[in-house]
């Protein structure tokens, strides 16, 4: 299993970055894909997850409205488009997969079970 960030960078606030996860080694419609951020310290904590095989998403209150998901099943690639970054966004952010869960989308980095290295988002005020 493979899992890479990319995307990552400095932005002022009130701008966007797009992120992208790129997958392999699992069958991608069968997982579902989880963005999750680390401030410094402080928990890692979900931003958003999509589920690939029903299409069933999450995100975080503060991200609502400002951050979308979207996946690519062509290239087994998830994106997380953040619009409208604010100073308190600024973390590490992290792609993680699972296989496809059966009852409520999962949203704690525990019940993920593989991790991509992590990107920098830096964003200035």
């Known amino acids: 299993v493979r899992i890479v960030e990319s995307g990552g960078g400095v932005v002022q606030a009130g701008g966007s970055l797009r992120l992208s996860c790129a997958t392999s080694g699992f069958t991608f419609g069968d997982y579902t894909i989880g963005w999750f951020r680390q401030a410094p310290g402080k928990e890692r904590e979900a931003v958003s997850c999509l589920s690939n095989r029903d299409g069933i998403r999450y995100y975080a209150d503060s991200v609502k409205g400002r951050f979308t998901t979207s996946s690519d099943n062509a290239k087994n690639t998830v994106y997380l488009q953040m619009n409208s970054l604010k100073p308190e966004d600024t973390a590490v952010y992290y792609c993680?997969?699972?296989?496809?869960?059966?009852?409520?989308?999962?949203?704690?980095?525990?019940?993920?079970?593989?991790w991509g290295q992590g990107t920098q988002v830096t964003v200035s005020s």
């Open positions: 993680a997969a699972r296989f496809w869960a059966t009852m409520e989308i999962p949203t704690t980095e525990y019940e993920y079970d593989f």
